[in-house]
């Protein structure tokens, strides 16, 4: 059974940087496409960015695009979410997730698409 465990989150300043790995073990995740998600207290549940299973395509929500990146590596069974010049609004528990499909979706991240989760780490920016 696939398991994914996040790590990497903790404090961090405003305009700093940060990067959130993924760890699957159970099963191998080459086939499936990655997403992150997050959430923030009171707030929905939002999709950040996808990276299809051949990690040519990948799709950021726009409230990050042009300072996160996501990639993979599927020989080791990870993925990974480099935050540059984090904002306030980026506090949140930050979630990895993989789909049911080899693709992302172009211009949306939905979260029903992705039916394995992990636990989730705590990224904070704060002065």
């Known amino acids: 059974q696939l398991q994914l465990v996040e790590s990497g989150g903790g404090l961090v300043q405003p305009g700093g940087s940060l990067r959130l790995s993924c760890a699957a073990s159970g099963a191998t995740l080459a086939p499936y496409a990655i997403g992150w998600f997050r959430q923030a207290p009171g707030k929905e549940r939002e999709g950040v960015s996808c990276?299809?299973?051949?990690?040519?395509?990948?799709v950021y929500a726009h409230s990050v695009k042009g300072r996160f990146t996501i990639s993979r590596d599927s020989a080791a069974n990870m993925a990974y979410l480099q935050m540059n010049s984090v904002k306030l609004e980026d506090t949140a528990v930050y979630f990895c997730?993989?789909?049911?499909?080899?693709?992302?979706?172009?211009?949306?991240?939905?979260?029903?698409?992705?039916?394995?989760w992990g636990q989730g780490t705590q990224v904070t920016v704060s002065s």
């Open positions: 997730a993989v789909s049911a499909f080899a693709g992302c979706s172009m211009e949306t991240i939905p979260a029903p698409d992705f039916p394995s």
């Open positions: 990276i299809s299973e051949s990690g040519g395509t990948t």
